[in-house]
């Protein structure tokens, strides 16, 4: 199994910067995805590695290392609208598992 | 541009009916097609991909069933429904490419058993 491990909640303040991790353990996979899900809608795409390092796509960078078998999420200049459920995927041949997805909160 | 269709946005059925939710794709060809589904407070699990037409993967097994009977439908279909078949059932498509490619996701129908 991929056993993919998310912190269940994080709460952050508008305009802070906030990190989500993401562990797994796996003997291997093509890529890594994160997912932005608000309350009773569609998981929107937000970002993919699939080599070692940084990716940067405007407010949200992700990470990965995989000899860490480990990932992030960065969210920089929270807003309120950034309120929502982050899920972190591995991607092995078109097949996604997810992560259960870990709820930001953010506070005024 | 690519747009994804699911009917209907809920439903609330009873314990041993049946059930037949719809996918669509436009604006693509050739997708690969994937059900999801989401139980409350938990992660999205892969239940069905396809990679083309009459193509069916099952990931888990259960009592739902999948169909691709055209390039850009996909149906999930059970003949008897169960307390623990309720959750929000999500659709997605992605266009094989490399050794990754995104999938896009429709906008789900949330059932529930009663």
């Not at chain 2, 396809?50 to 069933?65: A, D, T």
Request: glycine share 10%; hydrophobic share 35%.
């Amino acid at each position: 199994g991929q056993n993919i491990d998310q912190p269940t909640e994080m709460t952050a303040t508008e305009g802070a910067i906030v990190q989500i991790n993401c562990t797994y353990q796996t003997s291997g996979f093509n890529g890594l995805f994160w997912y932005q899900q608000h309350a009773g809608e569609a998981p929107t795409f937000l970002s993919y590695n699939v080599l070692d390092g940084l990716e940067e796509k405007g407010r949200f960078s992700s990470f990965l290392s995989r000899s860490k078998g480990y990932s992030y999420l960065l969210l920089k200049e929270l807003q309120m609208k950034d309120s929502a459920s982050y899920l972190c995927a591995l991607d092995s041949w078109g097949k996604l598992q997810f992560g259960a997805g870990t709820q930001v909160v953010v506070t005024p | 541009s690519q747009t994804i269709h699911q009917w209907p946005a809920t439903l609330v059925q009873p314990v041993g009916s049946p059930l037949s939710l719809e996918c669509t794709v436009e604006g693509t060809s050739n997708p690969n097609l994937y059900w999801y589904r989401q139980a409350a407070g938990r992660g999205l699990q892969l239940l069905f991909y396809s990679v083309g037409i009459g193509q069916i993967s099952s990931e888990v097994p259960q009592n739902l069933s999948a169909s691709r009977p055209q390039d850009r439908q996909f149906i999930l279909s059970s003949k008897k429904l169960l307390l623990s078949d309720s959750g929000f059932y999500l659709c997605a498509w992605s266009t094989p490419r490399g050794i990754v490619s995104e999938q896009y996701f429709g906008p789900g129908t949330r059932l529930t058993v009663t």
